[in-house]
């Protein structure tokens, strides 16, 4: 899978947008962008995937660059709970059947009261 | 809808011995993956079943790690024997079948430490 790059702490008072970005220069056309998260003491768990076109759901909002080598999750309104490492994955969409992730170090988002 | 559930949260053996962890995916889930976080590193693919089928086993870090998934559902993970450097955290996921991109649900892990 190819490699991304995230910042490796961020910070962002609560109720105030976040803006977590990615760099993934090395995409190929196939690879989809996957956002994790992993919470204190849980495991990991799903944020948000897109391909090309901005995608939102209930969680968070996916805004990927019209070249595709960078993307960026948006958190509309940082609560405390969503202090967490998150984690920016690319996956080869080609891998029918094979759904493993790579993880990298991911961003620690510090939410501050 | 009950999530991933993994035995024990918490194992402490000593070097040698044998310990078995267990996962239970979500109902219905083909895909069964094992993860693990060693201390100071990334979390990293172990393996992938399909049904009890191993599709993906290019994780698994040396022949002293064994892992079962019988019937296709719950699956165990066997560390025999078990060094100081497998203390850790091991996740194991679950997502539905063979569709591309599915959502992968993770428990919350099972912490190991070998002493």
């Known amino acids: 899978d190819a490699k991304t790059t995230q910042p490796n702490s961020m910070e962002s008072n609560e109720e105030e947008p976040v803006h977590l970005p990615c760099n993934h220069s090395?995409?190929?056309?196939?690879?989809?962008i996957h956002w994790y998260r992993q919470l204190p003491s849980q495991g990991p768990e799903y944020v948000i995937h897109?391909?090309?076109s901005n995608v939102n759901n209930r969680m968070a909002s996916l805004a990927i660059a019209e070249d595709r080598k960078s993307s960026t999750l948006i958190l509309h309104r940082a609560t405390l709970r969503d202090a967490a490492v998150y984690y920016c994955?690319?996956?080869?969409?080609?891998?029918?059947?094979?759904?493993?992730?790579?993880f990298g170090t991911g961003t620690r988002l510090t939410i501050i009261p | 809808e009950a999530g991933v559930t993994q035995f024990p949260s918490h194992s402490v053996i000593e070097k040698g011995q044998t310990v078995t962890l267990r996962c239970d995916p979500i109902s219905g889930h083909d895909n069964l993956y094992w993860y693990r976080r060693v201390m100071g590193k990334e979390i990293k693919f172990l393996l992938h079943?399909?049904?009890?089928?191993?599709?993906?086993e290019s994780g698994m870090p040396n022949n002293r790690f064994l892992a079962e998934r019988t019937g296709g559902t719950y699956s165990t993970l066997k560390v025999q024997p078990a060094e100081l450097e497998d203390s850790g955290v091991y996740f194991c996921a679950s997502s539905q079948g063979l569709q591309r991109n599915t959502e992968a649900f993770f428990g919350q892990g099972t912490r190991l430490t070998v002493v």
């Open positions: 897109g391909l090309t």
């Open positions: 079943f399909v049904k009890e089928s191993k599709q993906d």
């Open positions: 090395t995409i190929s056309g196939t690879d989809y």
């Open positions: 994955i690319l996956r080869d969409g080609r891998d029918f059947g094979n759904e493993k992730l790579t």
